[in-house]
């Protein structure tokens, strides 16, 4: 933008795709209420830094949950529509690409769409965002031709099997020995764990991840799937808690509506 008439100093306007302090906050606060299936994801509201406005210690499988499922709905109504369009766009792109189940008419159509596709990027932003990564886009088609589904040739379960075969290193002089140590030790109590009684947790029989059994209840208000079993806090009632909860209970306890009329 040309400066003033008798200033000296040009102006940058802001690019389209930059969102301002308040905008970032308000897509923070949205992660931080975020809930996924269970295994679907990591928990990224752990993450969020609403001091700096970033978003930290997300892993290369949480980026491809971001830009598969979170950046259209996170962007929609802070940028303008052409430029949430191409979002979208490589959203889609990806979405189909890491399908479960690829046909050769969408692979065909990736080929097509992904030129296209860096066209359109290539409008929206500067010259040096484009790195070897961006470029890369024109490949995975033609790879997952190749190769077949991208879930059978990534990297993730490879990551998930050396995070085990590393807890399993006990001495890091002997590291080859230590795993295959373990790895018998694990295999020989595996096998004689099948001879357990049932009431005793192990491999086979592994203790339930939700509170179950002495906290099950009963009542309408309180069915469903139970909370964590994790280590318990503790908390005192102030008075006037205690008995807002016990009218909300109340009100809204199904069991209790004969005796209300």
């Not at 209420?33 to 406005?53: E, I």
């Not at 790879?143 to 991208?150: D, F, L, Y």
Request: aromatic share 10%; with cysteine.
């Amino acid at each position: 933008m040309r400066p003033p008439r008798g200033g000296k100093k040009w102006i940058r306007p802001k690019a389209d795709f930059i969102l301002s302090r308040d905008q970032r906050r308000k897509v923070l606060e949205w992660i931080q209420r975020l809930m996924f299936p269970d295994g679907y994801a990591a928990n990224l509201r752990r993450g969020v830094n609403l001091s700096t406005l970033r978003v930290l210690g997300m892993k290369s499988h949480d980026y491809h949950i971001w830009i598969e499922r979170l950046l259209l709905a996170m962007v929609r109504g802070f940028v303008p529509e052409n430029v949430w369009l191409v979002l979208a766009e490589l959203s889609y792109f990806f979405r189909q690409l890491c399908a479960k189940e690829l046909s050769r008419t969408v692979i065909d159509d990736l080929e097509r769409a992904a030129p296209l596709l860096l066209c359109r990027l290539e409008k929206i932003f500067p010259p040096g965002f484009f790195l070897p990564m961006q470029h890369l886009i024109l490949h995975l088609s033609n790879e997952a031709r190749m190769t077949g589904p991208v879930q059978f040739h990534w990297c993730y379960p490879i990551e998930r099997c050396l995070k085990v075969l590393r807890k399993k290193c006990r001495n890091k002089a002997r590291i080859e020995a230590s795993i295959a140590e373990a790895s018998v030790l694990e295999e020989v109590s595996n096998f004689t764990t099948t001879y357990y009684a049932e009431n005793l947790p192990s491999i086979h029989n592994p203790p339930p991840r939700y509170n179950a059994g002495e906290n099950e209840s009963n009542l309408s208000l309180f069915r469903g799937q139970l909370g964590s079993a994790s280590a318990s806090t503790t908390k005192v009632l102030q008075p006037e808690e205690w008995r807002s909860i016990m009218l909300y209970v109340l009100i809204n306890l199904d069991e209790v509506e004969p005796y209300l009329g």
